[in-house]
T-cell receptor, first 117, second 114 residues
């Protein structure tokens, strides 16, 4: 099946610094990628949807200047958490799909645990 | 806005017991429905999906789900669970209409006791 990877799997950073998380589709071209945030004991919250070559669509309440998303190619999307604060500590998960194949199935990455100290 | 409710937050079963996890959604239009599973230490994987056709959908590992439009439900079932089914299960809804947004339920933790 389709594989999505994320890097890094775990990152610890100091408050005020920026962190970049990569999401790659390894064996298919992902025209659409999604970024989710998962809080402990809660569901996945969609942060934004990105389509290759265009600006990301952010969900209500998600600051686009804080969570920068770049979908530079059909296999790579990046999420940059700018000026991170402890409340940004969370589990970030990306997923990818290729609706052109007629399926809206999303393939999920393993997630990135961000801890801001 | 669409929403998804999973009423069971934590379910504990003995091996060989039957399983049914509830999922209800609220959305008036055409929906596509999914169940995802997250095994301990692993990432989300698709268990099964419903797009159209037969409302009884069969997925991997003996799971099935039934779409009942009149009840806005998509419950997950398995006749006989195994210890290896211990995981967290998420129901998800994709609304139709071009904007590909999936809304997830809060998840149900299933613990199967050998």
């Amino acid at each position: 099946g389709a594989v999505v990877s994320q890097h890094p799997s775990r990152v610890i950073c100091k408050s005020g610094t920026s962190v970049k998380i990569e999401c790659r589709s390894l064996d298919f071209q992902a025209t659409t990628m999604f970024w989710y945030r998962q809080f402990p004991k809660q569901s996945l919250m969609l942060m934004a949807t990105s389509n290759e070559g265009s600006k990301a669509t952010y969900e209500q309440g998600v600051e686009k200047d804080k969570f920068l998303i770049n979908h530079a190619s059909l296999t790579l999307s990046t999420l940059t958490v700018t000026s991170a604060h402890p409340e940004d500590s969370s589990f970030y998960i990306c997923s990818a799909s290729d609706p052109g194949q007629g399926s809206y199935e999303q393939y999920f990455g393993p997630g990135t645990r961000l801890t801001v100290t | 806005a669409q929403s998804v409710s999973q009423h069971n937050h934590h379910v504990i079963l003995s091996e060989a017991a039957s399983l049914e996890l509830g999922c209800n959604y609220s959305y008036g239009g055409t929906v596509n429905l999914f169940w995802y599973v997250q095994y301990p230490g692993q990432h989300l994987q698709l268990l099964l999906k419903y797009f159209s056709g037969d409302p009884l959908v069969k997925g991997i590992k003996g799971f099935e789900a039934e779409f009942i439009k009149s009840k806005f439900s998509f419950n997950l079932r398995k006749p006989s669970v195994q210890w290896s089914d211990t995981a967290e299960y998420f129901c998800a809804v994709l609304s139709s209409g071009g904007y590909q947004k999936v809304t997830f339920g809060t998840g149900t933790k299933l613990q199967v006791i050998p």
